[in-house]
Every structure is written in C-alpha cells, then in structure tokens.
C-alpha cells in the first residue's frame, strides 16, 4: 500500500454492474514523505468515510477489487484505511 | 520477494478490518547494494520488526493471504515476512 491524499470527489450515475454504491474519491498519490508523486487517480473508498483533504492508504490492482463489501468489483484502487499519525525516518 | 528497509510506522484507527490489531510498517525497497529506491510499501508485518530492520517483503496478494490466518481473506499485498540476517552475493 501506498499513502494518498483525497483531492476530491467524483460522482458517475451510470456505471458498471458491482459499483453501485461504491464511492469514488479523487486521490492524489504520495511519496512516504507525503509529497506529491505522479498523477491523481480514482480510488473506491473502502472504508466509506475519507473525504477531502485526508490522509489515506491506497491498494492497487487485484487486491483493490478485495477492500470493498462486495468483491471482485471493477476496481484497480481502493482506500483501505485513514491515516491518524505517520512517523517516517 | 524484495529486500526492504523499515523507515517508519502508521497508524490508522479507521481501516480495513483485515489490518485490526496488526503493525503497519513503512518499507523502503533497496537494490543489491543496500540503497534505498524511490519505492516504498506500507507493509503488514508478521515478524516484530521494527525501524532500521532489513526485512524481507512479500508482495503479492494470494501469497500475504495464505500467511495471514484471519477471515476475512481480502485486500492485503505487502507483508513483512522476515528480518534479513545475512545476503551475499556471488560475482
């Protein structure tokens, strides 16, 4: 896993079969110093509570389709948890 | 399998309930001279390690879960699986 920070949030009405209810956050990933690292992504929450401005932790791949109540969802990021503290050498 | 540094720890109250009561630890990949890469993971540990530990990573989803004994069996990729004692290498 890797930390993030939600930038926002993204709504689509119309979506594939699995992702209703699935909320969409705007994420944009982060080196372990916090800083800034590549281009924002769409992540599924799956602790359904991050908002805007938090400090999260991001799964990719295969494993994203597994942090959600329902699995095997089309996804390829998820939250799987909010960050309180960080204490990085 | 990589071999990693731990540089930090995480802690989070709200999580995927696979990570309740388990350490997240920050583990930088090196390469074979010991540096540190620009990669990183926030790791699963299974072996009481601890910052400045060389570790061994595993990172793969159906591997962590085999060795992570707790239902429910889900998002997990990056587990610490061992604390590095010795590598050599040949030429």
């Known amino acids: 896993m890797q930390f993030a920070r939600v930038i926002g949030t993204l709504v689509a009405t119309q979506k594939a079969e699995g992702l209703e209810g699935v909320k969409f956050l705007v994420v944009q990933p982060l080196d372990k110093h916090l800083q800034p690292e590549g281009e924002p992504q769409i992540a599924a929450d799956g602790t359904a509570q991050a908002g805007p401005g938090e400090l999260v932790f991001v799964i990719y791949s295969r494993e994203a389709a597994l942090a959600l109540p329902e699995w095997f969802v089309p996804v390829d990021l998820a939250i799987t948890g909010i960050v309180d503290e960080v204490d990085v050498v | ?91």
């Open chain 2, 1 to 91: 399998m990589y071999i990693g540094r731990v540089s930090g720890t995480v802690v989070a109250t709200i999580k995927n309930e696979l990570f309740e009561g388990r350490k997240l630890l920050v583990v930088d990949r090196l390469d074979l001279a010991g540096q540190p890469t620009a990669k990183y993971d926030i790791a699963v540990d299974m072996v009481q390690a601890g910052v400045g530990d060389r570790v061994l990573v595993l990172d793969e989803g159906n591997s962590a879960r085999q060795i992570v004994d707790r239902e429910p069996l889900g998002a997990i990729r990056a587990v610490i699986v061992g604390i590095v004692d010795e590598i050599e290498i040949g030429d």
